[in-house]
């Protein structure tokens, strides 16, 4: 059964900073690459980063230079460390294979308020 589990979300203010961490089921983990996507409210679901195996990475126009996926093959954990966040980045994040082929988790809300 495959499971994604999403955590780390919360309130944070323009130009602060959260890190997101997904937990994946190996049968996802170990065959795909993985990424992260984003719902902001009364939008449609999009693409955010994403990471093969062996590392390589990439990012939507939006997020470049201020977001850094990274993974842990031992953990089956992704990461999502976002930087210099702006209101603009509020949505509820998810992570997935890349491209996305298993059910979605409930996914972590992040807000960017002052």
């Known amino acids: 059964q495959v499971q994604l589990v999403e955590s780390g979300g919360g309130l944070v203010q323009p130009g602060g900073s959260l890190r997101l961490s997904c937990t994946a089921s190996?049968?996802?983990?170990?065959?795909?690459?993985m990424g992260w996507y984003r719902q902001a409210p009364g939008k449609g679901r999009d693409f955010v980063a994403s990471?093969?195996?062996?590392?390589?990475?990439n990012y939507a126009d939006s997020v470049k230079g201020r977001f850094t996926i990274s993974r842990d093959n031992a953990k089956n954990m992704v990461y999502l460390q976002m930087n210099s966040l702006k209101p603009e980045d509020t949505a509820v994040y998810y992570c997935?294979?890349?491209?996305?082929?298993?059910?979605w988790g409930q996914g972590t809300q992040v807000t960017v308020s002052s």
């Open positions: 997935n294979s890349y491209p996305a082929y298993a059910g």
């Open positions: 190996r049968s996802i983990f170990s065959r795909y690459a």
């Open positions: 990471i093969f195996s062996g590392g390589s990475t």
